[in-house]
């Protein structure tokens, strides 16, 4: 009978004909664990990139193309300068509002749209090159620390537990291993930029062919270059329907 607590073993059990009849539960009302894990005791973590992060502006990005009118973009007024759109996005987020990306419409775009001021409500980042824009967005803190394993004599690691909770292993998008999934999912608290644009260098999605008969994949679209050249892609040509900033 096992009290409360996680108990981790150096090596697996094994049970035989020997063991017969043995019981091994928890003590009534503990939660108990066992875990082959090996707990990171004794390890030293230092600071590898816990600093920047801020308000960050693009010129010449669009970061709600495609998305007008959309659930997740809400329309907050017009402003004479990206500036004073910035502002606004920024004062919505201190008084707890969901703005964290905007985009500013400046004099030169079509008339419904000039000088208008868009909030993404649904926190997303992923701009379109566009000309006569300007988008920003509210970057995290990095808080990436860094520890020697070598004294544990381990062979990989296949996985982290913190206080608990399995964490997200570092990858582009990233995704939950416990939701799993195609694509997993982006429920992550915050990740790490890759060290490229997310935008393929050119970009194509006529109106026609249109798949009319299901709600997903109605287009027809490909982004070539940019994106599609980098590395985890590894499209040849680079060019290719899933490094496209409009996937469905």
Do not use: K
Not at 70 to 98: F, H, M, R
Not at 176 to 195: I, K, R, Y
């Amino acid at each position: 009978m096992l009290r409360a607590g996680t108990f981790f073993m150096p090596a697996s059990i094994t049970l035989g004909a020997q063991d017969a009849g043995l019981t091994v539960q928890s003590y009534p009302s503990d939660e108990v664990w066992l875990s082959r894990g090996t707990p990171l005791t004794g390890v030293t973590w230092t600071p590898y990139n816990t600093s920047g992060g801020g308000w960050q502006v693009a010129q010449g990005q669009n970061a709600v193309y495609g998305q007008v009118p959309s659930p997740n973009v809400v329309l907050n007024g017009t402003y004479s300068s990206w500036q004073a759109c910035q502002s606004a996005c920024q004062a919505n987020n201190s008084a707890g509002g969901p703005c964290s990306v905007w985009t500013w419409h400046d004099a030169n775009v079509e008339p419904e749209y000039r000088l208008q001021c868009y909030f993404r409500t649904d926190g997303v980042y992923a701009p379109t090159a566009q000309a006569d824009h300007v988008s920003g967005y509210l970057a995290a803190t990095p808080n990436i620390y860094v520890a020697d394993l070598s004294s544990l004599g381990l062979a990989s690691v296949a996985g982290l537990r913190a206080n608990g909770t399995r964490m997200i292993r570092a990858r582009y998008p990233n995704g939950n291993p416990e939701t799993g999934g195609f694509g997993s999912n982006l429920d992550a608290s915050g990740w790490v930029p890759p060290p490229w644009t997310l935008n393929p260098a050119i970009q194509y999605r006529p109106a026609l062919p249109f798949r009319n008969n299901s709600e997903q994949f109605q287009y027809f679209q490909l982004g070539v270059g940019g994106v599609c050249g980098q590395p985890g892609f590894a499209f040849e040509p680079a060019a290719g329907y899933w490094c496209g900033n409009q996937t469905e």
